[in-house]
Every structure is written in C-alpha cells, then in structure tokens.
C-alpha cells in the first residue's frame, strides 16, 4: 500500500496562475481532508469531504476550491494564487464512519508551493 | 472559540533526560485527542488516539495521557531519534474538522 500520495511535491507559481494539487489513497477510507502548514501557524483545515461527491469548507476556505469524483482522489484548486498561498499542503484521509477508530487520520508527504 | 495550545514552543534534552509536553484545549464536547510526530519534510505520523479523561497509551519511549482539559506526552529516557515536532490535536462530538496546536519542537542531543 502506498497510503496517501500527493502530487506535485514542489511548485513555484507566478501571482495569478492557477494549479491543483492531487491526493490519492488506496486505504478505502470515506473521509479525506486537505490542510496548509505555516510556521507559528499549525495545521489549519481548508475542505475536507466525508465521501464521493461531497466536500465542506474548513477554517481557511478562501482562495481555494475541491472535488472529489472519486473516492480515492481528493483534489485542491487554486484558481488565482496569491503570495499569501505560499505554504505547504498537506492531505490526510481516515477510515469510514462508524469504527472506533475512524478518526485516525493518515497524511502525505505534502506539497511545497511557492507563489512570487 | 475551541483552541489547542501546546507548550513549550521548543525544548531541547540531553539523551536520557525524561520530560513532558502539554496540549491544552478548551473545546465544547471533545471526541477525542490525538498526538502526532512530525519530522522536517514530512508528513505528520499517528501516535496515539485518546477518548477520555484518565485515558493513557504507550508506546516505546511516549506515553500519552488525558485530563478533562489537557493532555501531557510523557518522554522516558529519550534518544536523538526522538527528535521532531510533535503535534496534538482534537476532534469535537459534533463536528469533522480537528483543530491542531502549533506543535512542541523536540531536540535529543547525544
């Protein structure tokens, strides 16, 4: 298993451009969420989704949008980056509904973004 | 407002030095508290799930304990592989999203 992956690990992005960042997993698990990292910041939710076809707005929503058509993607756009978006992306998933331990969360390696 | 604080920012410790670090959390109906270890360029790593108050796990050196309004995780005799930054964080009853501190940065010096 490679538990959860995320592509790309790096990216520089010019003010305004636009990109997404991909999530897999292959642990079959409903819940998936994506967070930035900043320092002095902690982890600060951005969406999450709670299976195929849903997504919800985190604490820091803005600036960002998801989808996910497939249980096992979750995606993350930037539509216009902003240096305020420089950052790094993690993306977790966690176990269905309903054990004692769904709510364990399983992260990637996470996306180091840079936007001039 | 929920709110993680975990102390101190940064703590350095000889090999074999025991210590303890703090998450605290105001958070109205707590799910649960979870520790994770974070090395640099990396993705955080599970450590431990705890549900209630006087809840304890182990595991090798860290032991993670809870009380209604903090949780401590315990370091006995740690060794430099030890050192990263390690994360808590909770989940309320009534929600899907955890809310993580700003981390404890831990350095085991030989």
């Known amino acids: ?116 | 407002e929920d709110q993680v604080t975990q102390s101190p920012e940064a703590l350095r410790l000889q090999e074999g030095e025991s210590s303890s670090l703090n998450c605290s959390y105001t958070v109205s109906g707590l799910r649960g508290l979870f520790w994770y270890r974070q090395d640099p360029g990396k993705g955080p790593e599970f450590l431990f799930t705890l549900y209630s108050a006087g809840e304890e796990k182990e595991k090798e050196r860290l032991k993670a304990t809870l009380t209604k309004k903090e949780s401590f995780l315990h370091i006995t005799a740690p060794k430099p592989e030890d050192s990263a930054t390690y994360l808590c964080a909770v989940l309320r009853n009534d929600g899907n999203q955890f809310y993580f501190g700003t981390g404890t940065s831990l350095t085991v010096i030989p």
Not at chain 1, 53 to 65: L, R, S, W
């Open chain 1, 1 to 116: 298993n490679a538990g959860v992956t995320q592509t790309p690990k790096f990216r520089v992005l010019k003010t305004g451009q636009s990109m997404t960042l991909l999530c897999a997993q292959d642990m079959n698990h409903e819940y998936m969420y994506w967070y930035r990292q900043d320092p002095g910041m902690g982890l600060r939710l951005i969406h999450y989704s709670v299976g195929e076809g849903t997504t919800a707005k985190g604490e820091v929503p803005d600036g960002y949008n998801v989808s996910r058509l497939k249980k096992q993607n979750f995606l993350l756009g930037l539509e216009s980056a902003a240096p305020s978006q420089t950052s790094v992306y993690f993306c977790a998933s966690s176990r269905p509904a309903g054990l004692a331990t769904r709510e364990t969360q399983y992260f990637g390696p996470g996306t180091r973004l840079l936007v001039l």
